[in-house]
């Protein structure tokens, strides 16, 4: 089969196209014949060896995956050959098929295609983790996005509008804004131009945001924190800009608030049957079409490099696809 491999860690142009045998899934594992890959900014971390997981050289990178079970492992019980589904894998995505643990494989719902599936998982899973699991947010509360106009930034701002919230989305570019707008957003903070804590004191009547949440890092971390409302929870999703901020240990003190990290893909492992359960509501809502994930590009399987890139580039607006 074709596959995209790492085979030193390096920028996206390092990656090459190659033919690798297929992969065997082993108990409780499925094969998926890939139709669809979404791409996360962790993909661009993965292949320059900067993510959690550094896999063995030469590798696959790629996570979000969708397409035709072709063959499943011994004791799969909920799923069969010819299911169409979406899933997710730590990596090996980027490739014609990929084995999925059968608890991160679900059936894909018959009103999703094959690229809105593959753009679904991480996001929406990850934003709505942190959101209900992490954060506990409340139906009346406000929920700042930051980086609100990415994959997992967009979804943040459409689940905090289905679960109540009145969302100040925060991002780099007036055009980024207006998508936030129309996903939902109530109130608009271009970051290049404002100073953050100033702003967000201003549009609360002083009182601050209960939930913060930042998949963007660097400087806006802390601008943002300075903001919170007593008692407010922020949560810690990602380093989009480069370098993980320090925080002054006396800011939560100040506002009782708390600092919270989310990391999705570790929940999902360590607590399938939640994570099959929040997989669930937000399949239901899609269906009810509560949900609509925002596709900015699809590319071929060996165009991978330019999707990559144009994520480093910071010009992606909700999510980018790779056709299989
Ligand atoms: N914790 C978890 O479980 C989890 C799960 C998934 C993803 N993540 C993390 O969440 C972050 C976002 O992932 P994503 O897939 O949503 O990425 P994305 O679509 O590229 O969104 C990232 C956003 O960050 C902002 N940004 C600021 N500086 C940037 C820079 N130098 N380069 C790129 N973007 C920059 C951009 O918005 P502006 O231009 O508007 O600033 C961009 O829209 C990543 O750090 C990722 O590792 C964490």
């Given at each position: 089969m074709k596959a995209i491999r790492c085979?030193?860690?390096?920028?996206?142009?390092a990656l090459v196209l190659e033919e690798v045998p297929e992969p065997v899934p082993k108990e409780n594992e499925v094969l998926v014949q890939v139709k669809a890959c979404g791409i996360n900014y962790p993909d661009t971390l993965i292949i320059q060896g900067l993510y959690q997981i550094k896999p063995e050289l030469p590798f696959t990178p790629g996570s979000d995956v969708a397409g035709i079970v072709t063959a499943i492992g011994e004791g799969v019980k909920h799923l069969a050959v010819g299911d169409p589904v979406f899933g997710f894998v730590?990596?090996?995505?980027?490739?014609?098929s990929v084995v999925v643990p059968a608890t991160a494989c679900f059936p894909k719902p018959d009103k999703m295609d094959f690229t809105v599936a593959a753009s679904f998982m991480m996001a929406y899973g990850t934003s709505y983790h942190a959101l209900k699991?992490?954060?506990?947010l409340r139906e009346g509360e406000t929920l700042l996005v930051l980086g609100a106009s990415g994959g997992v930034g967009l979804a943040a701002v459409e689940l905090g509008k289905q679960m109540g919230a009145r969302v100040i989305a925060a991002a780099s570019t007036d055009e980024k804004l207006e998508l936030c707008r129309e996903y939902g957003a109530d109130l608009l903070i271009n970051y290049h131009q404002t100073d953050l804590k100033a702003t967000l004191k201003e549009l609360t009547g002083h009182k601050g945001v209960d939930v913060i949440y930042d998949p963007v890092g660097g400087d806006y971390t802390e601008s943002a924190f300075r903001g919170i409302a007593w008692e407010g929870r922020f949560l810690v999703v990602g380093f989009a800009a480069g370098s993980i901020p320090k925080i002054p240990l006396n800011l939560p003190l100040l506002k009782g608030a708390s600092l919270v990290g989310v990391f999705w893909g570790a929940f999902a492992m360590k607590h399938p049957k939640q994570n099959m359960q929040n997989a669930l509501t937000l399949m239901q809502w899609f269906e009810e079409g509560r949900l609509n994930p925002h596709i900015h590009r699809v590319y071929a399987l060996e165009q991978t490099p330019q999707a990559l890139e144009e994520m480093m580039a910071r010009k992606v607006r909700g999510k980018v696809v790779v056709s299989i």
């Open positions: 085979k030193e860690y390096g920028p996206p142009s730590p990596y090996g995505g980027l490739a014609e699991d992490r954060a506990r």
